[in-house]
């Protein structure tokens, strides 16, 4: 894939390669994040200095279904030592999908200094560099942040209903076989299951690898992702999109992609998703 | 009705008493200790009908009849990332290869939550149920030719 800057996206700031993130490995400024779908992936080898952040753990409340409050993520700050003026560059496993999923909550407490490590760990991997199983070492920090902002970024299913009432724009980023409904969820995973299958009526399916190039797992260029949302899907910078999945995490890779590569002005990601649409009772949905 | 394999059994009651490092850490040595099916069974590319269902990291489960009637379960995790996959098969390898058929259809799917705990994710717990579902058929095939042999 070409140089980040001539790739004519929104905000090509966001994203730093993996030449950056080598250049960057001793800078105090610079904290590196790894988040996985694997658990074992950090454990076994990361790139060095950098942290873990653990989707299960770490960024959501461990009994209610929400993200930490903002004492959890000062905490949480604190311990993988990053400051308010930390640059966090975040990088993980499945074409960066956990990597933007922790990057969108890292958003709802407004830290902006935040990058995404474009290709991810299997790119860092196939450029033969270096891997540790040392820990990083980190010496705790205060973090003050501010409450968490819910309103920007995120949205409710009663706001959705809303939303889609008003026919504005929807994008569902499952697999088109959890959109038209054929599938639902496994028999044997109950804590995602769902009682029925479809889509938000007036929603259009775009699967989130989509904006990924398959061949190096990087993103599409701003014409590709232009060509896939915009032309194809209709999708309008300057109109309000709501984005969802199963439970809001391949949604947030979607709303990176939206936000910060092709600039939409207004883009929320539904972690409800369709984990709470499709139990909710009453709510429409829609089959094919 | 037969059991799942002892050796299984023991490492998911040990697996139980561990914490959340610990098991990473645990899991992590069987990784490393994974060894991909040998040519003299399968060779790439592989036959689609060893490959697991819904497993991103691309597993493929073989099985082969061993002389006192067990089977002998191989593996190949495509993925390079593929970790998870790789400390099942290794697990496998090391606790239920070479057992009866029976017991290895006995096997409980819940055993992989015993090992990966309970946070993991639909993906990764579809895929490694996958690999089962492989083991499962294989086992359930062998029982049944035997089945028809005797019956």
Known sequence: MTD????????????????WVAAHLADPAVRVIESN??????????????????????????????????????????????????????YGDKNNWWACYAFWVFQLFGHGNARV??????????????????????????????????ARIRIFRDQVLAHMRAGRKLVDV??????????THMPEYPQEGVLRGGHIPGARNVPWARAVDPIDGTFRDAAGLRAIYQDEMQLERDEPVV???RIGERSSHTWFVLTYLLGFSDVKNYDGSWTEWGNSVGLPIEKS | MAEMPEALIELAREFKSMDRTERMEMLIDYADRFVEVPASIATRPFDDRHRAPRCESDAYVWAVETADG?????FAVENPQGLSAKAWAAVLTETASGAPPERLAAIDPEVIYDLFGRDLSMGKGQGLMGMLELVHFEAKQRIAAKRGATG
Not at chain 1, 4 to 19: E, I
Not at chain 1, 56 to 76: M, S, T
Not at chain 1, 175 to 182: H, I, K, L, V
Request: with cysteine; glycine share 10%; proline share 7%.
């Open chain 1, 37 to 90: 779908e694997d658990p074992l992936l950090y454990p076994s080898g990361h790139i060095p200095g950098a942290v873990q952040v653990d989707w299960a753990v770490d960024l959501n409340d461990q009994v209610r279904r929400d993200y930490l409050d903002r004492a959890g993520f000062e905490k949480l700050m604190s311990r993988i030592g990053v400051t308010r003026d930390s640059t966090v560059v975040f």
């Open chain 1, 174 to 183: 499952r697999s088109p076989q959890e959109f038209t409904g054929e599938r």
């Open chain 1, 4 to 19: 980040l800057a001539a790739r004519g996206y929104a905000r090509a700031d966001v994203l730093v390669s993996t030449d």
């Open chain 2, 70 to 74: 067990g089977l002998e379960l191989q």
């Open chain 1, 243 to 245: 984005a969802y999945c």
């Open chain 1, 117 to 150: 490590m474009d290709g991810g760990r299997i790119k860092w991997e196939k450029e033969g560099r270096a891997l540790t199983r040392e820990g990083p070492g980190i010496v705790p920090t205060e973090y003050e942040a501010p409450p968490r902002d819910d």
